[in-house]
Nanobody, 115 residues
Framework: QVQLVESGGGLVQAGGSLRLSCAASESIFSFNVMGWYRQALGKQRELVAR???????NYDGSVKGRFTISRSITKNTVYLQMNSLKPEDAGVYYC?????????WGKGTLVTVSS
């Protein structure tokens, strides 16, 4: 059973930074892609950033240049470094991993950005 555990959320002032972590229960190389999604109150879950097995990255336009997705193979962990945070970045951030046609999700970590 794949498990993804997020951490690192919290309250930060606008302009501040946070680093989210997603620890996987197995080698992250077993997944075709891993990513971070966020869901603001009353809105749909949306893709923020993802990284493929080969290391290719994609970002939503709203975070490009401010957020960086990375990974540690030895720690089976994917990170999301978030800089220059804006109030509209607030929400629950979920880690996602996909393999063999299946999607796996963590329980999420809350990010609150005060203006």
């Amino acid at each position: 059973q794949v498990q993804l555990v997020e951490s690192g959320g919290g309250l930060v002032q606008a302009g501040g930074s946070l680093r989210l972590s997603c620890a996987a229960s197995e080698s992250i190389f077993s997944f075709n892609v891993m990513g971070w999604y966020r869901q603001a109150l009353g809105k749909q879950r949306e893709l923020v950033a993802r990284i493929s097995n080969g290391g290719n990255t994609n970002y939503d336009g709203s975070v490009k240049g401010r957020f960086t997705i990375s990974r540690s193979i030895t720690k089976n962990t994917v990170y999301l470094q978030m800089n220059s945070l804006k109030p509209e970045d607030a929400g629950v951030y979920y880690c996602n991993a996909g393999k063999d046609g299946m999607d796996y999700w963590g329980k999420g970590t809350l990010v609150t950005v005060s203006s």
